[in-house]
Structures are given as C-alpha cells and as structure tokens.
C-alpha cells in the first residue's frame, strides 16, 4: 500500500500539478517532435534555453520567462536557418546549443548563489516548482492544447507530407515555426521538472512506447500523455520515498518502461 | 469558346542565372491527356510547380481555368513525384485522401461529413475503398500510388499533374494505373499531365506527348520527330514505340 501522506506537502502536490501538466505536454508535443524528426533541434532548442536562464539569474529577472525567450528566438532561427539552407540544420542547431550552455555557464558563475540552482537547471528539480510556476505551466499547457486542436489536420498534414502540403496552398513555413515554438515552450516548462540534460527522454520516450501499441493519432497522443503521467508519479514517489534526485528517477522510470516495452513487442 | 485549361505564354524560369525553362508555350483543353517527357533536370518538376503557383514566372504568363495558378488550385490536383513518407507513420487511408481536402476547406476549419463523403468516393474511383480504414503503411507500393491519385482527385479537380506517379511501382501495377488515369480522362473528362521518362509506357495511353528540356518540343499532337528527341536530350536516342497505331515517332525521312 502506498502511503498517501506526502500529498499533505505543498511542494509535493506543486511537484505533482506541475508533473502531469507536462506530462499533457509531452504527450501531444512529444508525438509531433518524434513525427517530424525534430528530435535533435528540440535538444538543441533546450540547450539553448539555457543561455537565456543565466541572464535572468545574472541580470536578477525570472530565469524561466528568460528561459522562453531564448528558446522561442533559437526555436525561429533554426527554422529560418532551414528554410534557407545557406548552413545545414545540424550545423545551426550544434552552434546555437553550445553558445546557449557556454553562455549559461558563465552568466550563472558570475551571479551569486548559483552552485544549487545551477544543478537544479542541469538535472531538474520538481520538487522546487512553486504554485506560480504550477499556474503558468497549466496555462502554457492550455494554450498549446488549443492550438493542436485547432490546427489538428494543418500538422497532420504538415508531418505526413511537407512537399505535398506546400503544393496545396498550406502555409508550411508558418506552421513549421509555430511547432517549433510550441517545442521551445514544452523544452522550458520540462526543463524545470527533469533538467535540460533530460528533457529529450521525457519528450520522446512516452511518445515512442506509446505509438508502437496505439492506433491513430488521437490514441497515440492519449497513451502517451497517460505513460508520461505515469512516469513522473512513479519517479516522484520513489524519489522522495528513497531521497534521490527527482529527475533522474523520473527518467529512468521511463527509460525501463521504453526497454520493456521493446523487449515485449518483439 | 470554352476557355483553356491551361494557357502558358512565353514563360521563362531562371534560377542562379540560368534558364530552367526557356520561353514555354503551352495550351490544354478539357479532355486533353498531356505525356510530358525529357531528360531529368530538364525542367518537367518544374513547370508542375509552376502550373501550381509555387514557383513565379520570371516572364510570360501562366493561366489555370483562366485564373493565376495559385487561385485555381481547389480545381487542380496534384501528385507529387513519389511521396516519400515514414512508413510506420501512424495515418490511415481514409486521413490520407482527406489531406487533399484542405484546399477546399481552408485553414483550422475541421472536414465535415461531405468531406468524408468525398474521400470515399475518391476511394472507390481508385479501387481501394474496402482499404480505408488501413494504416497507409501497411499498403504495398501500387496500392499506395493508388491512394495517393485519390487524394488528388479528393478536391474533384478538373486538372490533374501527376509527377512520375509510376515511380517504383512494378509493371503489372503500371499497366492497372495507366488504365485507371485513362478511365479518369475519358469518362470523368479530367485533363492530365502525365510526366514520365518512360515515352514507350505512357505513348499508349496519352492522347498528346510533349518533350520537356529547357525548351518544350510540342506539336499540339501525338508525334514528335526524331529532330525534336535528339535536340531536347542532346543525343540520337533511339526509340521503340510499340503498338502502332500509337506511334510516337515519325519515320524517319
């Protein structure tokens, strides 16, 4: 029997709000960025992210709204890199991810304090997310959700068949910088829960079991937000019932769930 | 009277300073069956995507339905050359020919029941109708194309551009598709043009057969003489056009 009492903690239920809302998150935004073969620029766009929160800890502003920032502008300019094709993607996305740590690394040296936060930024900690954090992720949560489903058979077709989708008039440049967005917020919001170093594995992992047993978009998109959900209730608890870091148990839930998922659909 | 399907005039495309195409002049009426040949970078995806409004004319003009190609493209269908796709990507057939709904439903509005209606029709146009609740990907090669042809006739067009659509299917598959495009063109009237490379498969079929390399070598007929094939690849090529009456070449004289 699990014991129920840790729910009497606010950062505990904080933690656990902020959890499931990514884990919505991820389920829909994962899908696309698996779909799309986005998997690498959404990394690079995490990285970078964290250039933007060591200049709000430097300049002493909200780190996680700089955070957005600078994974919004990296998000558009690795697209408007590829639209152009001057420089290859990979190249872009390989520049503009170690000058977002580099930077990110320094700016947080030169601040005060930054030994703890910088650790938490690197490898998540869910259990310092406090209620404002719970409401802007929600909100943030909300308003993608929004969006996928008003643009529902725009990205379906944006990820199915790009040439096609240009041919028949559909605005796939837009649409494309918009998912990237959409990714850069996601990146942010998860980066407080499992760290930019994870990120990825929480955006794609549920993602990926959950396509290989579902059928159709939809359902793929609703196992995956319920293994994601999973995942970080699963890595909370045994992270505060044993005291180790939230997201690397987090993570490594999701990754023997992804090793036996594989192991068993063979 | 009945105004041209499509009307090209004089167009150029230049890209970095070179011609793609070089003065085109192209005239379809409805019915027409156009085969549209030439050696690969010759031009052919590009004049597609031209009639399409996706790439501008540097001069001369192009109407569609008497129309800017970008307006008319609810009434053109189109396939591209061989869509490449994940294979595993998680999309059935039914979905797939709804995509080629979007030009007549427009941005964030959803596919109604006439929508549905229309891809199952579409379906049943190409044979493939008991195959619609299938994931695409479990589809062979050919049964694919076929979808694909659905989802261009999805928008019930009355032009379709086909970019190599027989790309990578095997040759029995061919022949059905050929006879498909043909039972489109007579009985439902759908003017077509069919690129290809391969004149001796589509010459049975077309109705009218044009040669594509900078320049088009196009007579308002089925017939091009040996001048016109060896001036548009830049070699004597030789040809076998089997199943005379349906000859492309002219005896030599």
């Known amino acids: 029997m699990i014991d129920l009492d840790f729910l009497q903690y606010d950062f505990m239920r904080n933690a656990l709000a902020a959890g499931l809302a990514a884990s919505v998150l991820c389920g829909v935004i994962g899908i696309y960025v698996i779909l799309n ?181 939809p359902a793929i998109m609703a196992g995956s937000i319920l293994l994601g959900a999973i995942f970080v209730t699963i890595g909370l608890l045994i992270s505060y019932e044993l005291d180790v870091p939230s997201g690397a148990t987090i993570i490594l839930t999701a990754a023997l769930a992804f090793f036996l998922s594989t192991v068993l659909s063979r | 009277m009945t105004e041209n399907i499509v009307s090209i005039k004089g167009l150029w495309i230049c890209r970095a300073l070179h011609a793609v195409l070089e003065d085109i002049n192209l005239e379809l009426a409805a019915g027409d069956f156009l085969g549209l040949i030439g050696p690969n970078g010759g031009g052919k995806s590009t004049l597609l995507k031209a009639m399409l409004g996706l790439i501008k004319p540097d001069r001369g003009s192009i109407a569609i339905f008497g129309l800017p190609p970008a307006a008319a493209r609810s009434r053109v269908g189109y396939m591209p050359q061989k869509t490449v796709f994940d294979q595993s990507f998680p999309v059935n057939v039914l979905d797939v020919v709804l995509m080629g709904r979007y030009s007549r439903t427009g941005l964030m509005h959803r596919y109604g029941p006439h929508d549905r209606i229309a891809a199952q029709n579409a379906l049943a146009a190409v044979g493939m109708e008991d195959r619609a609740m299938r994931e695409i990907g479990a589809l062979s090669g050919g049964e694919q194309q076929r979808v694909f042809v659905a989802r261009s006739l999805v928008s019930d067009p009355k032009l379709l551009l086909l970019d190599e659509p027989t790309a990578g299917v095997d040759s029995a598959q061919q022949t059905d598709f050929y006879d498909l495009l043909c039972h489109l063109n007579r009985d439902q009237g759908i003017a077509i043009v069919l690129v290809s490379h391969d004149v001796t498969a589509i010459s049975k079929y077309v109705s009218k057969i044009a040669c594509l390399n900078q320049r088009l070598y196009y007579h308002d007929s089925k017939e091009l003489s040996n001048e016109d094939i060896e001036k548009a690849y830049g070699c004597p090529v030789e040809m076998i056009a089997h199943g005379t009456p349906h000859r492309v070449l002219r005896e030599h004289d």
């Open chain 1, 37 to 217: 073969k986005i998997v690498f620029i959404s990394d690079g766009i995490a990285h970078a992210a964290f250039g933007g929160i060591g200049l709000g800890y430097f300049l002493g502003y909200d780190p996680l709204a700089f955070g957005i920032g600078s994974a919004v502008i990296t998000a558009l300019g690795i697209g408007m890199v590829s639209s152009r094709a001057r420089i290859s993607e990979d190249t872009a996305i390989g520049v503009f991810m170690a000058t977002g740590m580099a930077l990110g690394i320094m700016l947080l040296t030169l601040s005060q304090g930054y030994a703890r936060d910088l650790y938490g930024y690197l490898f998540g900690n869910i259990l310092a997310v406090t209620r404002s954090d719970v409401l802007l992720i929600a909100a943030l949560t909300l308003i993608i959700l929004a969006l996928v489903f008003l643009l529902y058979k725009e990205f379906l077709l944006l990820s199915f068949d790009p040439i096609y989708a240009q041919a028949i008039g559909l605005p796939v440049q837009s649409l494309r910088l918009l998912l990237l967005v959409m990714v850069a917020f996601s990146v942010v919001i998860l980066i407080k829960i499992v760290g930019i170093i994870m990120v990825i594995a929480l955006l794609t992992i549920p993602g990926a079991i959950s396509r290989r047993h579902m059928l159709g978009l």
